[in-house]
């Protein structure tokens, strides 16, 4: 599908997927699929790094928090409109990525992981130690009870995740079908390889990495005003990480509808079990799902969902 | 006298206290078909990845086509025309044959010519290449389908792909049959005739003697012999090597 169509294809789902929504006039719904949508965004970009290139990146919480808290600084500066914040965020967390890729992307396979979780670990303690976005008491956000046009707010943070949803599943598709996306492959498949072959990987996987780290800016920069209280606890929740990881697996990580398969799925279900009191309705039953998949996914289906369902990928080869 | 394709000078490489390569002295003409042989560890491997930029030389210099190529990397000299198969085929594995050959086109041919290669070209190349090596019909499989010979065709067809100067073929016939051996010669032939300078680095010494044009000898990461084959093979030195006293 060319890049056009598919971008139009997908606005067309997300306008519907809006409509329909507020035809049910559910607020809950709204504040649910903020969250499922936010792990599609995050899921999609996880898979530019790790799915595309194949470097298991366990930072995600640092990227998605550091967009967090650039709105809550920037916040505090003058009231921007939420999608300001977004791009700030996406700036911040790009050129961290890009840092980070420049310090660990000679590194590899475990060593690579164990660097991603350091830049967490580092980040979150600048953070904690930050008095000017909280520090470790967090900051309190007041947002508007309404908004124009819309009404909800809520409504109106669903439809600007839904809109960073529809442009990071297009990145993600441009990215597959371009000599940028052949270029990734064969950085996951043989660097050395790819090297032989004139690829420049280091400068392809500063690439994934600015893009991936900026995607996951913008999806934590809404977070603040959805919550309307962050602190590092929550704006650094293991979730985060375990979930990005976890969605693209399951979903299956060679093409970009597998994030966002195993994103609705998995977020769904987490939502599911929030509001149905499963075991007790005890708050750590959603990363006992996802570690549950996970396990039954890596046995039975290492390809994820669609390579279960066989799906022909975008090279008419079955991985 | 016109100045050699490749040129090394007093290239070394150690590995801790251990000396891999020990200035290595080597000059190969254009359109040469010249032999690398020695024993296991005697560094051959190890200047390959020296030459092509996989490692770093601690001492000496490497001159390709001219240029001093010391500090490129890796996918600079093969945009400058050194190309290299693997010892062990390295194909990337989620592409399908016909991809393997693309990445070259894009990301060698085109940088080279500072342009995208039109689409249908690429795809008429990847053809053309496919049916020099005789994989035209497994062109829309995975690697993992081919054969042992197939595969290292394939590793072939990608380094020419990159429409070198000079390959560097690295043990390409290691665990071939007799006929896939002559079937991998013929080839390495028909690209030397068409202008690749050729270096093989192989222990089969049969298609070493009826390939090369010169044949150099490493041991213990030293150069000890460079000369017409037949000649080499009969220096005192060479058959101690390889023979012991």
């Known amino acids: ?319 | 006298m016109t100045a050699p394709l490749l040129r090394v000078e007093d290239l070394s490489k150690r590995f801790g206290g251990f000396t891999a390569l020990d200035t290595i002295n080597l000059e190969v003409a254009a359109g040469a078909r010249l032999a690398l042989i020695g024993p296991n560890g005697s560094g051959k491997s190890t200047l390959v990845n020296c030459l092509c930029g996989t490692l770093r030389n601690d001492t000496g210099r490497v001159h390709f086509d001219g240029a001093a190529v010391d500090g490129l990397t890796a996918h600079q000299r093969t945009r400058l025309g050194m190309a290299r198969s693997f010892q062990l085929p390295r194909p990337f594995t989620s592409l399908t044959v016909a991809e393997n050959l693309r990445i070259p086109l894009l990301y060698t041919v085109g940088v080279r010519r500072g342009h995208h290669v039109p689409h249908a070209e690429i795809v008429a190349r990847e053809q053309e290449l496919l049916g020099l090596v005789g994989l035209a019909e497994k062109a829309a499989r995975l690697p993992r389908d081919l054969s042992q010979v197939e595969m290292r065709k394939l590793e072939l067809a990608r380094a020419m792909a990159a429409e070198p100067k000079l390959l560097i073929a690295d043990e390409a016939m290691a665990g071939l049959s007799h006929a896939e051996v002559d079937d991998i010669l013929r080839l390495l032939s028909r690209l030397n005739e068409a202008g690749i300078t050729i270096i093989l680095i192989e222990h089969i010494m049969r298609a070493v003697m009826s390939f090369s044009d010169r044949l150099v000898v490493l041991v213990a990461g030293r150069k000890i012999a460079d000369g017409l084959p037949n000649d080499v093979v009969r220096n005192p030195e060479v058959e101690r090597a390889y023979l012991g006293e």
Not at chain 1, 34 to 53: E, K, R
Not at chain 1, 65 to 93: D, E, N
Not at chain 1, 100 to 126: D, E, K, N, P
Not at chain 1, 172 to 183: C, T
């Open chain 1, 1 to 319: 599908m060319r890049s056009r169509t598919f971008l139009f294809a997908a606005l067309v789902v997300a306008g519907l997927l809006f409509e329909g929504l507020r035809s049910l006039e559910s607020e809950y719904l709204f504040f649910a699929g903020y969250v499922v949508l936010q792990y599609v965004v995050l899921a999609t970009a996880w898979n530019i790094l790790g799915g595309y290139t194949g470097y298991v990146n366990f930072g995600t919480a640092a990227f998605f928090a550091l967009g967090a808290y650039t709105s809550v600084a920037l916040g505090k500066l003058a009231p921007l409109p939420i999608p300001v914040f977004m791009l700030a965020g996406g700036v911040i967390s790009g050129v961290v990525g890009l840092g980070m890729g420049y310090l660990t992307l000679r590194l590899r396979g475990v060593y690579f992981s164990i660097a991603t979780l350091a830049l967490a670990v580092v980040v979150q303690t600048l953070i904690t130690n930050w008095d000017f976005v909280g520090g470790s008491r967090g900051a309190y956000t007041l947002r508007p009870a309404l908004v124009p046009l819309l009404g909800s707010y809520v409504q109106y943070l669903f439809l600007v995740m839904l809109g960073l949803a529809v442009i990071a599943l297009a990145v993600a598709h441009v990215i597959e079908g371009s000599r940028l996306g052949y270029g990734f492959a064969t950085i996951r498949d043989d660097e050395a390889a790819a090297e032989a072959s004139g690829v420049p990987t280091l400068r392809l996987k500063l690439v994934a990495t600015t893009l991936s780290g900026a995607l996951m800016g913008m999806a934590g920069a809404p977070l603040p005003y959805y919550v309307t209280y962050l602190d590092p606890a929550s704006g650094f929740n293991l979730a985060y990480a375990v979930n990005s990881i976890a969605m693209p697996l399951i979903g299956g990580m060679t093409s970009w509808i597998g994030p966002l398969i195993g994103a609705l799925l998995l977020g769904s279900v987490q939502q599911v079990a929030t509001v149905s009191n499963w075991f007790g309705g005890h708050p750590e039953i959603n990363l006992l799902i996802v570690g549950l998949l996970l396990i039954l996914f890596v046995i039975g289906a290492p390809n994820g969902i669609v390579g279960l369902l066989g799906v022909e990928t975008r090279r008419g080869a079955r991985r």
